[in-house]
């Protein structure tokens, strides 16, 4: 068998639940390194759970540098599954020579991740987002569309770990050509990195594209009765064309994305204090390798995970979400309304005005500017086809492209 010399260089992506009680498990300082003369590796992983729960771990591999977590990883021992309690240097040997013997790859993660029974397990690739209410806006920026500051509740839901990467908008946009769909291949700067330069419209037909691909029922129709799914043309759906309670992917409402995008954490600026700076987030004069060349500026899916250039700690926030502040603005289901934001009465699970607008909501920021990244941030808003951007950063409403936009799935539970 073939592995990496050493797993130490592995960037082992930290995952962790968010419990409805007390608190949640915690997995870090997680190192990993092939044990000589064997074809065994080891994990080791710190865990630390608040409520002193008996906790279930799971492990994955990655051979595509975090793309997706596929390779086979059965023939475990040590301190995986059930019943494994906190403490420091858990351990986990994972008999490589039997699962995936006289294999190598270049670019291997493992990932751990902690379950403490409260929380349903998410798809891979998505972390959960418990119910509650919490604080939208602020005042920080004393920008009026973040204000008023108000309490807003949320069912629970899980969402993308990370910006959909290209792989993933391509493979399922392969599959929707002969399952009629008229969906955009959108552009990206290089493999690994997120697809951009996708309409409203796209995201919308592409989520149920990924719903029917993995045998899920779509969430968006042509109409109110809703029985055909939309999936051709530019159609401005609103609200009662929405399966709601249906278990495929949708675009966040703007209250969830806010929510899951703070990491739990109230009244900062950003996921991890007030401040920002290059070894954070992807911004324009952030000062990593990939700011050069052609535009988009992208950095890769996840790529804050430690290893960033400049170098820094991982950026996952509470939640475990990647590139929340920068690298693409992210689309959200809502049209842009500053009188229904404002509303009291909207504050239970708000999906937006009915009547349509002009703009959708757009939220993160993106590589274009580091002045449009707070989370409670709200005044770019975009056109459906992302071709026209209103922006006190870009001097009004104008054609400016949209190399800036990608997206981020939810799912409803």
């Known amino acids: 068998m073939r592995f990496l010399p050493s797993l130490a260089a592995v960037a082992a992506l930290v995952s962790l639940t968010v ?11 997680v190192r990993s390194s092939q044990l000589p003369g064997t074809k065994n590796v080891e994990i080791l992983y710190d865990v630390s759970d608040p409520d002193g729960d008996s906790l279930t771990i799971g492990l994955e591999i990655s051979g595509d540098g975090g793309l997706t977590y596929t390779l086979p990883a059965t023939a475990l021992s040590g301190n995986i599954g059930v019943g494994v309690t906190s403490g420091l240097n858990r351990r986990i040997v994972w008999n490589a020579g039997f699962d995936w013997n006289n294999q190598y790859v270049p670019s291997a993660r493992a990932r751990v991740t902690a379950y403490d029974g409260s929380t349903p397990m998410p ?38 770990r990370t ?33 951009t330069a996708i309409s409203w419209y796209d995201a919308v037909k592409w989520c149920n594209a990924r719903s029917e691909k993995e045998g899920l029922t ?39 994305w806010e929510k899951a995008a703070r990491g739990g954490v109230l009244g900062r600026r950003y996921p991890w204090g007030d401040t920002i700076n290059g070894n954070q987030a992807n911004y324009n004069g952030s000062g990593d390798p990939f700011e050069s060349g052609e535009q988009p500026w992208t950095t890769p899916i996840g790529y804050y995970n430690g290893t960033q250039v400049p170098t820094g700690t991982d950026m996952a926030n509470g939640y475990g979400l ?77 054609y400016y492209g949209y190399s800036f936009l990608g997206v981020r799935c939810v799912k409803g539970l």
């Open 322 to 398: 990647y590139d929340i502040c920068g690298n693409l603005l992210e689309w959200c289901w809502d049209w842009y309304d500053a009188t229904y934001y404002a509303d009291q009465n909207t504050h239970q699970n708000p999906r937006g005005p009915l009547l349509p607008g002009t703009t959708r909501i757009v939220r993160g920021g993106s590589w274009v500017n580091v002045n449009l990244l707070s989370i409670a941030r709200r005044d770019t808003r975009v056109s459906p086809d992302g071709r026209s951007i209103e922006s006190p950063e870009f001097g009004g409403f104008s």
């Open 19 to 29: 419990s409805v009680r007390a608190g949640a498990p915690v997995v870090s300082n």
């Open 218 to 256: 779509p969430c968006y129709y042509t109409s109110a009765a809703q029985t055909t799914i939309y999936r051709t043309g530019d159609t401005n759906i609103d609200n009662t064309m929405v399966n709601w309670r249906a278990n495929g992917y949708r675009l966040p409402t703007e209250a969830e």
């Open 163 to 195: 910006e959909v990467s290209k792989e993933l908008w391509q493979s399922v946009q392969a599959w929707s050509a002969g399952h009629g769909y008229s969906i955009s291949a959108g552009s990206f700067k290089a493999p690994g990195h997120p697809i």
């Open 123 to 160: 798809p891979s690739g998505m972390v959960y987002i418990p119910a509650g209410v919490f604080q939208m806006g602020d005042n920080l920026d004393n920008t009026s569309d973040a204000q008023p500051v108000h309490n807003v509740t949320i069912d629970s839901f899980v969402i993308d």
